[in-house]
Nanobody, 115 residues
Framework: QVRPVESGGGLVQPGGSLRLSCAASGTIFEISDMGWYRQVPGNVREMVASITTGGNPNYADSVKGRFTNSRANAKNSVYLQMNNLKPEDTAVYYC?????????WGQGTQVTVSS
């Protein structure tokens, strides 16, 4: 089963930037969609960004124009560049990788936006 491993979270001031990285490990077959979700305690996990094998991205309305999702297929990796961060972006961010026939979730990385 594919096991995504995330890195890059942390504490940043409003208006700042962070870059999240995620690499697939474990048993990897054909990887299709790769993406990022986030969750705040007490809320459901929500999709932030996803990207297809061909590189077509999709974003939640709340992050459009601020976040950029990209992938490096040769490295089985996906990245999330987050700019102009806002306090409401504070959450645990999870990487999700679809690798036929299963989907794997990372362990999560905390992003905190606060002055």
């Amino acid at each position: 089963q594919v096991r995504p491993v995330e890195s890059g979270g942390g504490l940043v001031q409003p208006g700042g930037s962070l870059r999240l990285s995620c690499a697939a490990s474990g048993t990897i077959f054909e990887i299709s969609d790769m993406g990022w979700y986030r969750q705040v305690p007490g809320n459901v996990r929500e999709m932030v960004a996803s990207i297809t094998t061909g590189g077509n991205p999709n974003y939640a309305d709340s992050v459009k124009g601020r976040f950029t999702n990209s992938r490096a297929n040769a490295k089985n990796s996906v990245y999330l560049q987050m700019n102009n961060l806002k306090p409401e972006d504070t959450a645990v961010y999870y990487c999700n990788i679809a690798s036929f026939p299963t989907t794997g979730w990372g362990q999560g990385t905390q992003v905190t936006v606060s002055s």
